[in-house]
């Protein structure tokens, strides 16, 4: 270990014939990383770019880290479900479900309900795939054929928490959990989010709110239901 890393680390020069001292702690390693002695070895001409590799590359891991938690939090799930729901992303929208994909199928299995909405919409939907590409394809025209050239922007206007026991008194909620097969212990928190929706187009506009109702399970925050 060169001397660079022996700083950075924390790691204290060893002395013959000293007992055995006590390990720091985390405080005291930073305390005794930022000395004026420690920060002159570090940006010395020799370590500077090693030095400033390792302070880039502890920024970036923060910066993932940061933009994972955001995009997993409540308020983000719940806008881009909204958005999906909208725009018939089915793809995006299964994706925040409870279950996935398998929220929609209830009793049936996957070929069971393909097979049901080829009937209804009258075509062959052979994968998930083809459905989601079908219905995303025909909003794309809907909306264009409504809005003409369209933005849409959303925001969450509500977001509070919800006790997980009041949650489970629904009954709705607690079925559709069954029928996941997901045990009601799992879910460790649960939030109400209000969300508004607005498409600005060059032919007209529109407002929607939704509220969605999300739980966490694990550490994924899922939608369960909305209104």
């Known amino acids: 270990m060169d001397e660079n890393e022996k700083i950075l680390s924390g790691e204290q020069p060893e ?10 702690g985390v405080g005291e390693r930073i305390k005794a990383f930022f000395t004026v002695e420690n ?25 993932v880290v940061c933009g994972v938690i955001s995009y997993n ?28 994909k398998y929220y929609w199928f209830g009793d049936e299995d996957e070929q069971e309900w393909l097979e049901e909405q080829s009937s209804w919409y009258d075509e062959d939907f052979s994968s998930m795939s083809d459905y ?16 003409g050239e369209y933005k849409i922007t959303t925001r ?5 928490d919800v006790r997980v026991g009041k949650l489970l008194d629904d009954d709705d909620i607690v079925e559709t959990l069954d029928t996941l097969d997901i045990d009601e212990g799992r879910v460790k928190a649960a939030k109400l989010v209000t969300v508004k ?28 239901d909305w209104d």
């Open 15 to 24: 002395r013959e014939g000293a007992p055995a001292e006590k390990k720091p």
């Open 39 to 63: 920060l002159k070895v570090l940006f010395s001409r020799e370590n500077r770019k090693k030095t400033i590799a390792i302070i880039l590359g502890v920024i970036v891991v923060i910066g």
């Open 73 to 100: 939090s409540p308020a983000s799930v719940a806008r881009r479900y909204v958005k999906a729901r909208y725009e018939y992303d089915y793809k995006i929208v299964d994706s925040t479900l409870v279950g996935g």
């Open 132 to 147: 989601y590409n079908y219905m995303k394809t025909e909003r794309d025209e809907y909306l264009y054929d409504e809005y």
């Open 156 to 160: 969450v206007s509500k977001e509070k």
């Open 197 to 224: 929706l607005h498409i600005d187009g060059e032919d007209d506009s529109d407002r929607w709110t939704l509220e969605v109702q999300l739980v966490r399970i694990g550490l994924a925050w899922k939608v369960i």
